[in-house]
């Protein structure tokens, strides 16, 4: 059997205090929370942050761990936060075509890969965190 490789991701769904959530649209994916994949030596909460600053221009300040989405078929395991932005301003970037804040109904209609609204509904949803959930 040869070395296992995974790949660990961390994402953030991030509420202001208009209880919005921040999305960014991707080029391949559309709307969906910031997010990506954790470095070599980086925590998986500091990859929340980074990618949300990477992707949105947005500062965030991870308020809590909300459960794991694992994909057992591709070896990715997503670590899924809560956050609320401290500073920066919406931005685009060359993962970005879009940026913004939208109230919570809406964006989860503007959501439609995968299952990343099921995603964030489970991260809006404190009576079953932490989640932990495999898929293929």
């Known amino acids: 059997m040869g070395t296992p490789k995974h790949i660990v991701s961390a994402a953030a769904i991030v509420l202001n205090d208009k209880d ?3 999305l ?7 709307w969906e929370m910031p997010g990506g994949q954790v470095e070599e030596e980086e925590s998986i909460r500091d990859a929340a942050i980074r990618e949300t600053k990477e992707e949105s221009g947005i500062d965030i ?4 761990f909300c459960g794991i989405y694992q994909n057992v078929g591709k070896s990715i395991c997503n670590t ?6 401290i500073g920066g301003k ?8 879009e940026v913004g804040f939208f109230p ?8 439609n890969c995968g299952n ?6 489970s991260c809006l949803n404190p009576e079953i965190q932490p989640f932990y959930v495999e898929f293929n």
């Open 104 to 111: 919570i109904k809406l964006a989860l209609e503007m959501v």
């Open 20 to 22: 919005e959530i921040l």
């Open 61 to 64: 300040e991870v308020t809590k």
């Open 90 to 97: 919406p931005t685009t970037s060359s993962e970005s075509l």
């Open 24 to 30: 960014i649209k991707g080029p391949r994916r559309g």
């Open 116 to 121: 990343f609204r099921e995603r964030i509904e």
């Open 80 to 85: 899924l936060f809560l956050g609320k932005p």
